[in-house]
């Protein structure tokens, strides 16, 4: 096959799966999980009121810990229940999120607990607000792009938003930890930023623009605090 061959194909050329099919995905999940969003909503804002006060050790547990289980969740009642069937490629990913939910839980649990920075300054004020939006506004997007209401993605039970959100928080842990901790939702919010430009959703940049954005930002806060951070 020839270099011009190639050339003709399209992202979407290579997608196993039609936009039809990809949002009565996040639909029937949502169908079959509802009320537990207004839950998870409810506890991304307990993690962002727990980010903006003086953050605690064990508050500082207790979001790494939350962050796990949704990361746990998306390896198992997202990923291989929902997506697999109609992507073969997401039984790569699966143990990268598994992976993600270990790392996170080993950040909490470490003997010393985590120090997570308290988003101060502008570039602090941006974290926050890419928080709100993860958890408040994410949900909306796919409304305002056309798929309706009822196949939004909501934080803690949809990567998206939740892997935004990731990034926002671990960016906040000063040192060399925070990369680590980085690297799988980065690429998550990349891949499906391609994913979506592929179906043709107008909020395709949003994974990408804002994950980066709030890796950025969270670090600049984080070295406010932290100036060897």
């Not at 799966?17 to 998870?40: C, H, K």
């Not at 207790?62 to 998306?74: D, E, G, P, T, V």
């Not at 892997?163 to 919010?189: D, F, M, N, Q, Y």
């Amino acid at each position: 096959m020839g270099l011009e061959t190639w050339a003709s194909y399209s992202l979407s050329d290579f997608l196993l799966f039609s936009d039809r099919v990809y949002w009565r995905m996040f639909e029937t999940y949502n169908q079959a999980l509802w009320p537990a969003q207004i839950g998870t909503i409810g506890a991304g804002l307990l993690i962002i009121a727990g980010l903006v006060v003086q953050p605690s050790p064990a508050a500082n547990r207790l979001i790494l810990l939350a962050l796990a289980a949704a990361w746990a969740w998306f390896a198992w009642a997202f990923l291989e229940a929902r997506y697999e069937p109609i992507n073969w490629a997401i039984s790569y990913v699966v143990p990268l999120f598994w992976l993600q939910a270990a790392l996170l839980a080993g950040a909490a649990l470490r003997p010393k607990p985590p120090s997570l920075a308290r988003p101060r300054g502008p570039a602090g004020a941006l974290v926050t607000h890419i928080m709100v939006f993860a958890v408040c506004v994410y949900p909306v997007l796919s409304w305002a792009g056309g798929q309706g209401w009822r196949s939004g993605e909501v934080f803690g039970l949809a990567p998206d938003p939740t892997a935004v959100a990731t990034l926002a928080v671990t960016a906040l842990w000063p040192g060399t930890g925070r990369w680590l901790l980085s690297i799988i939702p980065l690429a998550w919010c990349l891949a499906t930023g391609l994913t979506l430009h592929a179906l043709g959703a107008p909020h395709f940049l949003a994974a990408p623009v804002l994950g980066l954005t709030a890796l950025s930002a969270g670090v600049a806060a984080a070295r406010l605090n932290h100036p060897a951070a």
